[in-house]
C-alpha cells in the first residue's frame, strides 16, 4: 500500500473514532464539563494504547523508524521508548 493510502486510511480511522465519541456524547446529552473530562479520558486511553501498538509493532520486526513515522515522532525518541521492547524473532 502506498504511503498516502496508508495515510488516508489512518485519517479515515481517526476521523470515524472522534466522530463515534462525539455521537455518544451529544446522545448522552453531556455539558462542557462532561465532554472535557471525556475528550481527556479519550487521549489518556488514546497515549496508553498507542503506545501499546507501537511495543507490540516493535516487538513484531517494525523498525523504529516505522513506527515513528506512525507516532509522528522521531526515529532516536522511537527507539528510546522502546529499546526494551523485545523482538519476537530474537525471544
Keep these: 500500500m502506498t504511503k498516502q493510502r496508508v ?3 489512518r ?3 481517526w ?9 455518544l456524547l451529544v ?3 453531556a455539558d462542557h464539563l462532561d465532554a472535557s473530562a471525556t475528550w481527556s479520558a ?6 496508553r494504547r498507542a503506545n501499546e501498538r507501537a511495543a507490540l ?3 513484531d520486526g517494525d523498525s523504529y523508524a516505522e513506527v ?6 522521531s526515529r532516536q525518541a522511537a527507539a528510546k521508548r522502546y ?3 523485545p523482538r519476537l524473532d530474537e525471544t
Design 7 to 9: 495515510g488516508e486510511r
Design 11 to 13: 485519517d479515515t480511522l
Design 15 to 23: 476521523q470515524t473514532a472522534v466522530l463515534d465519541v462525539l455521537r
Design 27 to 29: 446522545r448522552s446529552g
Design 42 to 47: 479519550v487521549a489518556a486511553e488514546a497515549s
Design 57 to 59: 509493532a516493535i516487538a
Design 68 to 73: 515513528a513515522r506512525a507516532l509522528g515522532i
Design 83 to 85: 529499546r526494551a521492547t
